[in-house]
């Protein structure tokens, strides 16, 4: 289970300028370059898929609004059924990788899994 | 009387009362404030992401996407796209390091992030202003529902919705809550279902009824005598079928789509839902599994939609369904559609899934509040926090029956409101204030107090300004969901306050090793 959340106090920390905070250690740095860099790439292709529909829809209104099967144009099709699947499809995507992620980190520090520093609050 | 109890919407409605009662008697007993807050982190993947569905797909979802792809076609079902997006950025950026977080409420982020009561103040002001735009507008629906289909007054609907809620939110906690909330999911989950059946075993396919409401221009036959202006109901189904019915400008759309797309990520009530699991990789399995409830639900909702326009065109329902298409409104094409597809009992099970939706919605958004009146301000502030678990937990209980009073008096305010217009300030405020906030302070260590305390100011009042005070604007910024504008004012703001002031937490190293850490993940 994670830690537990406890009270904290306010003032010990104090504050430092910024250009004197030191780096972030080799390993939390690495876990949070991986994961912004996963997220934001995935973060992307969705945008640019959410933001194609809108953009075809004023600009090529022609295409996207001529019939595929029966009354099913391509814009209802992407946007009332593509659009639902897509959004679970980039989650999920999500989640493997970091799954995949995360066994290749439990491997490689199996002997200090589980331990924790600095700013314990549990 | 007893014809009156006996009638499939009020069994269904006396069913669901008599589950929530049970449920919230099974849950009353919350120990500490970890059990009334957050379930006791004690929630599972499925449970969880059952509960963040029920929290997420609100009455307004339920009952308002099907009524307006009804009423304006591709641009109703676009609202329902730009929707689906914000739990899939939800559980890209936020989920895990929320939970490896760990506290129990919003505020509690900001407050442990800085080590600042002001910050903590100031997110208790946003919580309590979102989530007070966001009830509103759910209790207008309960009282709207109640008076359709039960014949009470405004007044006593609002009386009535608060009622039930402090009593299971107030008795139940977070425990009774979660459990209501996905009991409550899979019954209008489970109504959908049943239509789209229905509606498919009456030949209505998607295709087809496309074909036919796209070919539709003229008058609908035997209408008059419902409509205001007495004259028969017009429409063009070509324009139905197109965009710019409601958008009328490309910027318009885009600026919905920032806005309804990122503000889920800060919506308290369900930033909340993601402290009750009892581990990261829970949380992320959570979010996934409420995408995919989220996802189902407005593609059914969108079909649905068009299933009621399709029912509607050709003319061929009973009276009553015909009346109520024309003259209740958008959130009367649900119920309508369900008693065109399956009669009084399916009718039935809509009504009961609209009530649950409303409670569902309601009870998180009670939670959420009663977090930041009971945790962040009594006892951080009045009892400097010098005080016991039953202590927290009874300041809970009794902030429920405040919440109650607060958002009942916001209920009879709002008679006259716009739903829609509502939960877009609900949403655009949150894309504005606690986006911002919770994106960079989990992801950037240069954020500082001043600047998430200017983000949280600027975002709240740029947002509501844009909304309540529209035509003060010059034209090409009069948005109807202004999050162009305001979302990215909430992010520089942040981010410029925060290059000028440079005083980061001396820990800050120390707070992303917690929230990015995968040590917590083995559970």
Redesign the interface.
Known sequence: ?????T?????????????E??P??PE?NK??KD??ST?FK??LL?YAF??A???L??FA?EFM?S?I?????Y??FL???V???M??I???I??AL?EKR?QK??SS?GSS???????D?? | MMQTLLEPKMIMTILLMGTIVYITYLTKRSATASDYFVGGRSFGWFTNGSAIGGDYLSAATFLGIAGLTFQLGYDGAYYAFCFSIGLTLLAIFVAGPLRRFGAYTVADFLAYRFHSKRARLAAVAVVLAISGFYAAPQLLGAAQILSMFFGTSYEFGIIFTCAVMIFYVGIGGMKGTTLNQALELWIRLGAFILMVIAAIYGGLHYDKILAGISEFKGVIGDTAQYAKDGKDVSFDGTSWTGTGNYFPTFWQTVSMTIGLSLGTIGLPHILLRFYTNPSAKAARKSALMAIAIASVFFFFAVYLGAVGRSIFLSGTAEPQVMKDLVAGGNNMVIPSTAQALGGEWLLGLVIAGAFAAIFSNLSGLFIASSGALAHDLYATFVRKNNISERERVIAGKVSIVILGILYGTLGLMVKNASIGHLVALAFTVAASTFTPIFILGIWWRGMTEKGAIAGLVIGLLASMYMIFFTSTLPEFLQFKIPGLVTVPLGFLSVYIVSKLDRKVPADVNDFMRKVHSKESEAA
């Open positions: 289970m994670a830690n537990e959340y009270e904290y106090d306010y003032v010990a920390a104090g504050t430092i300028d910024v250009s905070l030191p972030l250690d939390t876990i949070m994961e912004f997220g995935l973060s969705y959410i933001f529909i809108p953009i829809n004023w209104p609004f019939r099967w029966g009354g099913m144009t814009s209802w946007t009332g059924i659009a639902m699947a959004a679970f980039i989650a999920y999500h989640t970091y995360l980190y439990q520090n899994f589980g331990k924790s520093e600095g700013r609050i549990g």
